[in-house]
């Protein structure tokens, strides 16, 4: 069975530009969720789907970060324009049930940003 | 809030040592504590977990204590290995009734030969 993939695994734009990400939960999880790790800080919460549903978007930064999971199977987070700040790794983790938690959430290798 | 907070890194040490990498958490009635692990190149995985407490969580020779009075999780292990090299994260869920984990920052682990 294949695991969360996740799509480029590193990514250098500059300031301005746009970047698209992209995640493949695992096949039948319903849950997906987007995290970002800035360096050296925590993994912090970003946004949940439930199938195609943003059940969760409390920790977006801003309006320039957009995510969407039509169909409800792979997603997309995308930044518009990017800034300096939002270099960092971006995770991304999907599970079959939400009562699931942090006990069967399986996590992608993640994409790392940078903006120059 | 609820927040994890982990020891600053990098933990440096040599092969066969006694590992300890502390974690303290603030939230909400009563969380469930994990302990993952990030090898190089690799997504998180699950490496521990407990629940209640009091109760210990243990895979690969890795241990982690639920203490509620100090409100801390800390990873321990007795004997290090070179493949235990990795970045650590402490996490919780289910305080306030919220299943999404909460993260520490991590911990990065080098264990030299």
């Known amino acids: 069975e294949a695991g969360v993939t996740q799509f480029p695994s590193h990514s250098v734009i500059e300031k301005g530009q746009t970047v698209t990400l992209r995640c493949d939960p695992i096949s039948g999880h319903d849950n997906l969720y ?12 970003l946004l949940h789907f439930v199938k195609e549903s943003k059940q969760d978007e409390s920790g977006m930064p801003n309006n320039r970060f957009l995510a969407e999971r039509t169909g409800g199977t792979y997603s997309t987070l995308k930044v518009q324009p990017a800034e300096l700040e939002d270099s960092g790794v971006y995770f991304c983790a999907s599970s079959q049930d939400l009562a699931d938690g942090g006990e069967k959430l399986f996590f992608g290798s993640g994409t790392q940003l940078s903006v120059l | 809030g609820n927040s994890v907070t982990q020891m600053e890194g990098p933990v440096t040490l040599s092969e066969e040592a006694f590992l300890t990498i502390n974690c303290t958490y603030t939230a909400t009635g009563y969380p469930s ?8 190149g690799e997504g998180l995985q699950l490496l521990l977990k407990a629940t209640k407490a009091d109760d210990k969580g243990s895979n690969k020779g890795f241990e ?3 203490r509620k009075e100090t409100t801390s999780f800390h ?9 235990d090299s ?3 994260f402490c996490a919780l869920t289910g305080s306030g009734g919220s299943y999404i984990p909460t993260f520490g920052r991590g911990t990065s682990l080098i264990v030299h030969p």
């Not at chain 2, 504590?33 to 190089?40: A, I, S």
């Open chain 1, 34 to 45: 987007w995290y970002r790790r800035v360096m050296g800080k925590e993994i912090k919460f």
């Open chain 2, 33 to 40: 504590l994990f302990w993952y692990v990030q090898y190089p």
């Open chain 2, 64 to 66: 982690a204590t639920y």
């Open chain 2, 75 to 83: 990873l321990e292990k007795g004997s290090v290995q070179v493949s």
């Open chain 2, 86 to 88: 990795a970045v650590y």
